[in-house]
DNA sequence: TTCTCTAAAATTTTT
DNA sequence: TTTTAGAGAA
């Protein structure tokens, strides 16, 4: 089995994590170390040498595209193994999220988790809204207790797995009004058949607990677990994974303390320290050698992170020989000079050193710091793609879209009931939108319910028109145009009746489908309101909901007003249907824009890409490398940022990130600073990062502006 | 009461 | 620069 070509080129400690069997396994794998090659390796040693079928693993990522890029390797291993064939006709193994096996696994067990099969998934800015209102209704201080702050408590809690109960028995007296919020927050997301992000993970771990026979079943299927990034998990990700790897204990667990940079969301370092206790006898093994960067990158990094106290003590070692290129700093006068010098840079290195667009990444502290680097590239002809941001699926115009069909598919969702039919002026505010919530409420029925039973009657715009006839009496779905002989009201409910009945008529004949070939897998998946995609029906109903509920008009009216935001608006919303094509099903359409947002990696499908230069933040560059790599912004205040410097383990998260940053770079890297930076309308004047004084001076050489650019 | 326009405020990191 | 809050118009 040694000889396998998948083990060649191995070092002794990979190849040694790569032929571990059985047996949890710890890898402290330093930057660059190939842990993914490790982790990619062990999955196909482990299906090669028959010891697991390709669906006994599971392996568990922090982002999708970890989870595809291993999938993707596996895929490539396993079909050079076989000379470009792949006999794997069991397929790969599961590879995802937290997030997203935890939903997966919800879905299923809907019913055991207390959720109807239709929950929804609510976004950050979902849960925001149900947080901000409760604040108002409760009347509390609002300057003291913000928004942010109880979103903060809410997920405090929830990654510590204690409930809104629980929380007012572990409260400090002067937190007491967040438990309240927290437990109205709770009791408004199961009214409304939803999860936010924390209860993925907290109700998989509630449904492990209350159900060892379905413990038992998928403790049965993945018998051997990976789990990367280890040191990013949080209390409640690593209780989890402990109750899936208690009964074979095969667990793998991956991690470098130096790259823990999500404290602020709960992860704690504990888990990796004490993984050796929960686990007697396990196995560490160490991965120092680096093979992507150049020995003076390799040495900034070492001698930043040794400014840490809190650390496993570990040095990464290079085989190369010469040092490389030494780090440049430049000393902006302004953040318009400093993108200048990037960008001019840039061209410099495409032009003389032969690197292509590719090959270079610009990374920074805060998304903020993009806009005035993106001007420059703009200007100056560079193809730049960014990562991360806001992303496609959190847009204005995506999610009012979305929450037409989610308010269709799942009734009781208030937040997306209130954003449909708030954006677009339906003739309904604040006060009519309550109105009908309260009765509904009274009379215990969902929103379409008290509809269609004529409960609405006396809401304005509803009242001369009997309410059961709207969505059987006029043209039938698709239709194009919003239907100006009635209320904006009734128009607008008459949309969402249409979209309903479309996704259940949908529903009803993917089942009969189902039922006819005897696939009564398929039958009952279909229940969960699953679409089949025959004549791209997904895409009609979201194109339904654009023309229909007349946003299309409101954008058009934009646009012709020379508004140039709502050109783009346009072009999102075509780029969605666009993308609906792809999908099969509503259901997982929905989920996949709530914690999938495969536009992440934009435009993924067209190749284009190679050909841009990559912005993006220093946390989103984790994982990744380029030949060259810019740091911009390397000024006290903001990297490290203001908010970190009041205590001693926030800063030294700052330092991981630098760390982190750092340690991206193969070739080249450029660490830049302004003394003067635009903020909202004014300048704000900054001192250089410590973290520049904290390389040593050999391997620097030190570029000052003497210009300043506008 | 809802909608629209203008002024003011706000900017860490993410599944 | 973008988003939100508030005031006045319809």
Redesign the pocket.
Known sequence: MENSKYLKGLNDEQLKAVLHEDGPLLILAGAGSGKTRVITLRAVHLIKTGRAKSYNILGVT???KAAREMKERIKKALEYEEGGHMEYGSGLPEFS?F??FCLKLLRRHADLAGYERSFVVFD?DDSSKVITKIIKSLNLNEKIITPSKAKYFIEKNKNSFINAEESFGTVKAWEKDYAVIYSEYSKKLKESNAMD?NDLLFNAVRLFQNNPQILERYSNIYKYIMVDEFQDTNYIQDKLIKLLADKHKNICVVGDDDQSIYS??GATIDNILSFEKTYPGCSVIKLERNYRSTKNILNAASALVKGNKIRKDKTLKTDKKSGGSIITVYQANNDYSESYYIAKEIRRLIREDGYSNKDIAILY????QS?VIEDRLIKESIRYNIY?GLKFYQR?EIKDILSFLRFALNPKDAVSFERSI?CV????????IKNMQDIAFKNGVDILTALKTGLFSSIRGLNNMQAQTIYIARASFPAAVPDSSVS?IANYFDVILKIKSEIESAILSKHEEAVKIGNSDIAAESESGSVSNSGDRLADIINFAYKASGYESMLKAGVSKANELDGNRIENIEELINASHDFGDITEFLDQSA?NDTK?EPNARDGSDITKVSLM?L??SKGLEFPVVFIAGLEEHLFP?I??LDNESSLEEERRLCYVGITRAKEKLYLTWSKKRR???DYKYNMPSRFLREIPEELIEEIVDTYEYY
């Not at 502290?365 to 903020?368: D, G, L, M, T």
């Not at 002026?425 to 009519?432: M, S, V, Y």
């Open positions: 922090f982002t999708n999220t997030h997203s950050e992000f602020f969301r502290r805060a998304n903020s806009r991360g204005k708030q002026p339906t003739g309904a505010g604040e006060k009519t904006g914690i992440e933040t946390h989103s940022h908010r970190s903020s909202g309308k």
